[in-house]
């Protein structure tokens, strides 16, 4: 049940940090976001980044919500090894899908020093 619980929290934290990329409300920090050279270069660089990335991190976030939500319905079930299968997955895939939130958020960044 903790990997389910894990792979919720994740995906809220995902949810968030995506939702306030999108709206330009999450500002240069020390903590949160996509802190890469090309985004931390400007304030400009980190909002074209993070609303770039916005529709990954929502895509990471859905697949942790689900299978959190999945690992729980399989431990209430009585299938713990379903429960651990499922957020391995939702944590592995999660965290993969932003290997390509990152990239577009570097080419979006980039592109504002043109």
């Not at 894990?6 to 949160?32: D, K």
């Not at 909002?47 to 690992?71: D, E, P, Q, T, Y």
Request: glycine share 14%; aromatic share 8%.
């Amino acid at each position: 049940m903790d990997l389910a619980v894990t792979c919720l929290g994740i995906s809220a934290i995902l949810a968030v940090i995506g939702w306030a990329g999108a709206n330009g409300r999450l500002r240069r920090n020390a903590f949160a976001g996509i802190r890469i050279g090309s985004t931390m270069s400007s304030d400009v660089a980190w909002k074209a980044g993070h609303r770039a990335a916005a529709r990954w991190f929502s895509i990471a976030a859905v697949v942790a919500f689900l299978c959190g939500f999945g690992g729980v319905v399989a431990t209430i079930a009585g299938q713990p090894d379903v429960t651990t299968i499922l957020g391995w997955v939702g944590l592995g895939v999660a965290l993969g899908l932003l290997a390509p939130a990152v990239v577009v958020a570097e080419r979006a960044a980039r592109a504002t020093r043109r």
